[in-house]
T-cell receptor, first 114, second 113 residues
């Protein structure tokens, strides 16, 4: 059971480049979320999804796009990378049919924008 | 405006002693609270949680206390072990679904042998 898998683990981008951070889970969780973690700060919610075809914005959505075509996958797209998007990105999933549940996190993607 | 605050960036304790990590929140809508542990280069892992209808939850060496009137929770680790050295994040949830967690900034716990 792999849980939540994120790829790549590391990425360096030039300003203005685009890329997609991949996230997949094999736990049949309806809910998936993307967070970013910056030094001295906790994780901040970028976007989340409550099921295939349904996404919504979190606290810091600007500069990021998401889509959810399947239950398993929730990719995060950076359309035009900026140095301010240098961060560690975490994908998480949780089980919708249980209240007061926890989120399971992937190992993270460390992104540097130069 | 931070809705969840962990005011101690770091804490050092001796092995075998108690570690107490604190967390404050401002949003009265939060009704479920979680603690996550994070090692370097890994994702956060769930440690323990508490619902707002309780004031204490225990799991082995870990106990979380919730004081709703003070909007304060704490994590107690007894006895502390060197393997507990990690960053601990407090998180709060409104829906109980864990799809929109609000995190504190974390506390680096170092347990000295």
């Amino acid at each position: 059971n792999a849980g939540v898998t994120q790829t790549p683990k590391f990425q360096v981008l030039k300003t203005g480049q685009s890329m997609t951070l991949q996230c997949a889970q094999d736990m049949n969780h309806e809910y998936m979320s993307w967070y970013r973690q910056d030094p001295g700060m906790g994780l901040r919610l970028i976007h989340y999804s409550v099921g295939a075809g349904i996404t919504d914005q979190g606290e810091v959505p600007n500069g990021y796009n998401v889509s959810r075509s399947t239950t398993e996958d929730f990719p995060l797209r950076l359309l035009s990378a900026a140095p301010s998007q240098t961060s560690v990105y975490f994908c998480a999933s949780s089980y919708s049919r249980q209240k007061n549940t926890e989120a399971f996190f992937g190992q993270g993607t460390r992104l540097t924008v130069v | 405006d931070q809705q969840v605050k962990q005011n101690s960036p770091s804490l050092s304790v001796q092995e075998g002693r108690i570690s107490i990590l604190n967390c404050d929140y401002t949003n009265s809508m939060f009704d479920y609270f979680l603690w996550y542990k994070k090692y370097p280069a890994e994702g956060p892992t769930f440690l323990i949680s508490i619902s707002s209808i309780k004031d204490k939850n225990e799991d082995g060496r870990f106990t979380v206390f919730l004081n709703k009137s003070a909007k304060h929770l704490s994590l107690h680790i007894v006895p502390s072990q060197p393997g507990d050295s990690a960053v601990y994040f407090c998180a709060a949830d409104i829906s109980g679904s864990a799809r929109q967690l609000t995190f504190g900034s974390g506390t680096q716990l170092t347990v000295l042998p």
